[in-house]
């Protein structure tokens, strides 16, 4: 399905979530006004860096372990709709919770190109559910 002109242009550039485009790489080559708002990195502050910008540096070693094999082998455990709950850094090196999901670019031979991630900052929900679960917890041990 073909979207009408500029459509898809405009969902990039509008939407309030981050979109974030990498090449094989990981480095970035998209970063929409979403991704600024979340993470506080302008586009052209982003733009050609290393995921690492954004990822807590005790979990770089296992991103790159899972970037390198979803290169390799064109799958992601996380490309079909499945959610990934991560914590991600901002700019001002704020720790916040995202939740997001990948799609794997291609290029003309269908070899994995890149991705494009969709993430959400769901910081708040995360610490009020660990809010409730410390309340419960604490309630439940003076019964």
Avoid: C
């Avoid at 242009?9 to 094989?24: K, N």
């Avoid at 807590?56 to 455990?77: D, I, K, Q, V, Y």
């Amino acid at each position: 399905m073909n979207m009408p002109g500029g459509l898809g242009e405009a969902l990039l550039r509008s939407a309030s979530d981050a979109i974030v485009a990498t090449d094989r790489d990981g480095r970035i080559t998209f970063w929409n006004p979403g991704a600024e708002r979340i993470f506080g990195f302008t586009a052209n502050e982003a733009a050609g860096q290393p995921l690492d910008i954004i990822i807590p540096e005790n979990l770089r070693a296992r991103h790159w372990e899972g970037f390198r094999h979803t290169m390799a082998t064109g799958t992601s455990r996380y490309g079909h709709g499945d959610l990934l709950s991560v914590p991600a850094l901002t700019k001002d090196r704020q720790r916040i919770s995202v939740e997001f999901t990948i799609v794997l670019l291609r290029n003309d031979r269908q070899e994995v190109a890149g991705t494009v991630a969709v993430m959400r900052d769901v910081t708040k929900r995360f610490e009020e559910v660990r809010d409730l679960k410390r309340r419960l917890a604490a309630a439940g041990g003076k019964a």
